[in-house]
């Protein structure tokens, strides 16, 4: 379970930086299982992995198990539980971000919209976080290579940011903001932060790439954010345990061949 100072500096800052989350033997293991799909084009599937955006490559619990071992791995589970709450868990969201030289990513999120999804609440000494971001570094992340960028304690502010404001802030990083300070992480190190603290990136300037995993978990009770479905062969192979964060609440469908049982 997380400690109690932990616990104090994820309710302070809303965030927490996990350091060796994964092993090196781990993280170099899914590099190789992802470098088949770098060179994917914008829009293209293979198998049930799909490059969605620009930099995003989506869907990659379906790569290899490699990447199945995240969705419960005992680096982060009894914090995700800990801090989404006890009544089980979901990933709604499970991607790659590979981003080259000159890639950003504005500033967005906020406490200032209350939404369902996105909250930070804390009552009788339970933690109830609509969204809990995992983002494993698979690439050192150094000054230059475009680091996530958090505003520490922006998942309470009842404030809009100004920057929201400023058409310069909205279309370009988060770089030069103020209040945000930029996550520099070794590959293996994990940033795992409530989703409505305002985050965004800085520029990427040096060469090469920077790669992440994210894996953004909330309540069972959630869905899909893109609507992508886990494949039959994936479920089939998962263990139970990692099937419930997958699919919670599984179809019911009449079928004597279901890998779920009802009662």
Avoid at 132 to 141: E, G, R
Avoid at 188 to 212: M, P, T
Wanted: glycine share 8%.
């Amino acid at each position: 379970m997380p400690t109690e100072l932990e616990d104090y500096l994820f309710d302070l800052r809303g965030y927490l930086i996990l350091e060796k989350a994964v092993s090196t033997d781990h993280v170099r293991q899914l590099n190789t299982d992802l470098d088949p799909y770098v060179s994917m084009k914008l829009g293209e599937w293979r198998q049930n992995v799909h490059r969605l955006k620009e930099h995003e490559i989506h869907n990659i619990i379906e790569i290899s198990k490699s990447f199945e071992q995240l969705i419960d791995h005992p680096s982060w589970l009894d914090h995700i539980n800990r801090y989404v709450g006890s009544d089980g868990l979901f990933i709604d969201e499970a991607f790659v971000n590979v981003r080259g030289k000159g890639g950003e990513t504005r500033l967005h999120s906020g406490a200032h919209k209350r939404r369902v999804r996105t909250q930070f609440r804390f009552h009788n000494n339970e933690f109830r976080c609509g969204q809990i971001v995992f983002l494993l570094a698979l690439t050192d992340i150094s000054l230059g290579d475009g680091g996530t960028m958090v505003i520490p304690g922006s998942h309470k502010s009842s404030l809009i940011h100004p920057a929201f404001n400023d058409e310069s802030s909205r279309n370009g990083s988060a770089e030069g903001i103020e209040g945000a300070i930029e996550v520099h992480m070794e590959a293996g190190n994990a940033l795992l932060f409530v989703d409505c603290i305002a985050h965004g990136s800085a520029k990427r300037r040096n060469d090469g790439d920077r790669r992440v995993a994210i894996y953004r978990y909330g309540p069972h009770w959630g869905h899909s954010r893109y609507g992508y479905e886990p494949s039959a062969s994936l479920l089939k192979r998962l263990t139970q345990e990692r099937r419930k964060i997958i699919q919670p609440l599984a179809p019911r469908r009449n079928s004597a061949h279901s890998i779920y049982q009802f009662n």
